[in-house]
């Protein structure tokens, strides 16, 4: 059993995460490197809370008084010719590299690549790239992972279905364990992290995916890959408001096939002023108009690696009508239709040094609304926590989404800023707090537009879990009804019985 670490600094290191939660505590950390060792400190029968990165932005990955299992020594990766496999511990940025070097990759990582991948699979990540590729879910081959008290679980996907009783048969070593299958009916959408997964015949290797860590302990996973793109071009597109964004984007999106669209994020108006404030756009020489009121970002993947001259051309040329009819000609198009082609920069692909510019654009939004939070929490007031909602719709109802989301918001006087994956209809709102009053008020119109949002079809929950978030838990009972999570609850209690998994996540107390 690997040592329980006591000392302040070291315990001091896993007391918040990105949800900035206050109140964060610890017994003790543990620093496992295999799974035997995983599965000695799953056996003492003491609540544990596993946790990765620590990138969580629900609270998740926030201890409350529990003993932590951190899965940063969990490292171990080897490639195959199409699959990798990968401890919790590796972080997604390495695992990229890594399968650079064999001209593959994981196509569906969140857009943090410093999440760990055990992260990613407890709480079946998914980012812009769901557009074309889908969630972390459907690449997802095999599991490893430790039950509440030890037992170590190898599944891999198409091994086990639940039966026609909607129900699976898990041996232990206390048993045989008999887990039903919640009877609820998910949204329609492409992301949903919300809960437990549920669906008639579903694979064994689903009920863990999502499920934030009160299941079981994720040690290892296996992942389909594929082989890089041939190239991809990036956009930064400044556009005069969200309404024309939203235009732009159907449009782009009923094209997608056409032009190779793998993604297309956006960031609103206050987003860029947030990037204006903190002096990203200067550092990072990226041009923002004055009359912008908001920007997309815009993932091209072409099936051929065209010389940078040729591609040049292309966008010289993309207003002539001799123009060649190629993807990116057909999306200078789309842009010439919006009257957003003038103010648009493309990075062609041996341009990787802009390309990472406009992520750092992008990356520049959550991480400047985040330490705006922890900032007003340590000056202002102890009670302050991230507050921010987490929704997705059909795209076809996503302005209906963004005109109640807004109204919602100057009802309560609240600084909203909203950056997301408007190609998949999904978007993160943020309160930026000036006060205590704005939590409670932020999460008063996150509720209200959650039910708006499920009446549309959505889910509000799409992406980042429910974790220790009472907003979220809230949300999940409003999608799901009482019903709906006590039937969870069920799950929780038939692999976990004494609630010694992640306390307090997804549900709010520990002992269901």
Known sequence: MPALETATDIVARYLEDAAHYPGGRALGVMRPRTVEEVAACLRGGHRV?????????????????????????????????????????????VLQDTLKTHQRWFPPVPTYLGAFVGGA??????????????????????????????????????????????????????????VRVPAIHMPDVPKRSAGYFAAPGMDLVDLFIGSEGTLGVIVEAVLRTAPLPAATCHALVPVVSEAAAIALVDELRRHAGGIGIAAIEHIDERSIGVIREDGVDRKLDVTIPATA??????????????????????????????????????????????????????ALPDDQSRAAAFAALREAVPAGVNRRVGLAQHRIDARIAKTAADMIVPFDRFAEMML?????????????????????????????????????????????????????????????????????????????????????????????????????????????
């Not at 932005?57 to 003993?67: E, K, R, S, W, Y």
């Not at 557009?131 to 679980?153: M, N, S």
């Not at 591609?311 to 009819?325: F, G, I, T």
């Open 404 to 512: 109640t989301c807004r109204r919602l918001c100057r009802e309560r006087d609240l600084d909203l800023a909203v950056w997301g994956h408007i190609s998949d209809g999904n978007v993160h709102p943020n309160v930026i707090p000036r006060s205590a009053a704005d939590v409670d008020r932020g999460r008063e119109a996150i509720l209200a537009l959650g039910r708006e949002v499920i009446a549309m079809g959505g889910c509000p929950l799409a992406e980042h879990g429910v974790g220790k978030s009472p907003a979220k838990q809230q949300l999940l009972a409003l999608l799901y009804g009482e019903a709906g999570v006590a039937a969870m609850r069920a799950v929780k209690r038939a692999l976990d019985p004494r609630g010694e998994l992640a306390p307090g996540v997804i549900f709010p107390d520990t002992l269901q």
């Open 121 to 178: 699979v407890a709480t079946g990540a998914a980012g812009a790239a769901t557009f074309k590729y889908g969630t972390v879910r459907e690449w997802v081959d095999r599991l490893t992972i430790v039950l509440a008290g030890g037992d170590v679980l190898e599944i891999a996907r198409g091994q086990v279905k639940a039966s026609a009783e909607g129900t699976f048969e898990i041996e232990t070593s206390t048993g045989l364990r008999t």
């Open 49 to 93: 809370l596993p946790v990765g990165a620590q990138s969580s932005l629900t609270g998740g990955a926030t201890p409350m008084g529990d003993f932590v299992i951190s899965t940063e020594r969990l490292t171990h990766l080897s490639v195959t010719v199409d699959r990798v496999r990968a401890g919790a511990g590796v972080p997604l940025q």
């Open 293 to 346: 009121g908001a920007v997309l970002l815009v993932e091209i993947e072409l099936t051929e690696a065209t010389p940078r001259a040729g591609l040049w051309r292309q966008l010289e040329s993309a207003r002539d009508a001799d123009a060649p009819d190629t993807p990116l000609v057909r999306f200078c198009g789309v842009l010439e239709r919006h009257h957003a082609l003038d103010d648009a920069e493309v």
